[in-house]
């Protein structure tokens, strides 16, 4: 973006914002937020740059699990229910899974436990021989799309743990492609093809992130939802579903029956 550009999208004047950079002019903290809002500059960067200048951080950083946050917790539990009978989570900004649906426990299984232990990374868990890489059937593709994403989050800041991680991916074993040639390589658009004893399924995969957010939190939390790409993946977690429910209603039932007094041993002999 030219300096021309900037001036222009955060309406000031080309002479004002070259002060501002060469230090000639102390920019105001109105004007900070309109120059980092039009360079997309992430919540955690802002309170940076506002510090930087002078100025005390505007944007909190609660943990996902505090009181304040309580209402997000809520939303994002709501959505994630929503999703039932189909997989969905949410995760941070690290890929770390704060929270999932039940359906989430049908996608993962067979993965080895040391992957499903907290905290729980979801690109480790996807891509990793011990995870669910064996079982992915277009696993050069959706590998490609979670580096792409990866390298999005980098290319905002150079966050060490990413850059770790994206090391970490690129000496897994290289899986053949084994995609259909011209076929849509972006995976939020490319079905997600897992393999199990019930056949393969299939997914679409959509991310959802929060609008505006004031919290560095909330900023960094994406819901990532698998929706069936085919009415065979549509049954199939629907059966499921009706399955569990059925179970439940049963343990329900039996816990409701009136229970058998005990009897002292002298009358059971």
């Not at 995760?91 to 232990?117: C, F, K, Q």
């Amino acid at each position: 973006m030219s300096q021309l550009d900037l001036a222009i999208d955060a309406n000031v004047s080309l002479k004002q914002l070259s002060c501002v950079e060469t230090g000639r002019s102390q920019p105001s903290l109105q004007m900070l937020l309109d120059l980092a809002t039009c360079l997309n500059v992430p919540l955690r960067d802002k309170n940076a740059l506002l510090s930087a200048a002078g100025f005390e951080p505007l944007f909190a950083e609660r943990g996902f699990c505090t009181p304040e946050l309580g209402a997000v917790r809520r939303a994002v539990e709501s959505v994630l229910a929503a999703h039932d009978p189909n997989p969905a989570l949410v995760i941070d900004r690290y890929w770390t899974m704060l929270s999932a649906n039940r359906a989430v426990a049908h996608l993962v299984a067979g993965a080895e436990p040391m992957l499903l232990r907290p905290p729980v990374n979801v690109i480790r868990l996807f891509l990793h021989p011990a995870g669910l890489a064996p079982r992915i059937l277009n696993l050069a593709q959706w590998r490609t799309g979670m580096i792409a994403r990866l390298h999005r989050h980098t290319d905002l800041r150079d966050d060490p743990m990413v850059l770790n991680l994206l090391d970490e991916i690129r000496d897994y074993p290289s899986p053949h492609d084994n995609t259909v040639p011209n076929e849509v390589t972006d995976m939020i658009a490319s079905p997600f093809r897992l393999a199990t004893c019930e056949g393969v399924l299939s997914f679409f995969c959509t991310t959802t992130l929060f609008d505006a957010p004031v919290d560095i939190t909330v900023a960094d939390l994406s819901i990532e939802a698998f929706l069936p790409a085919d009415p065979e993946t549509a049954t199939y977690m629907r059966d499921i579903a009706r399955g569990e429910k059925a179970g439940e209603d049963k343990a329900k039932s039996d816990t409701s029956r009136p229970s058998v007094p005990a009897q002292p041993a002298e009358a059971m002999v």
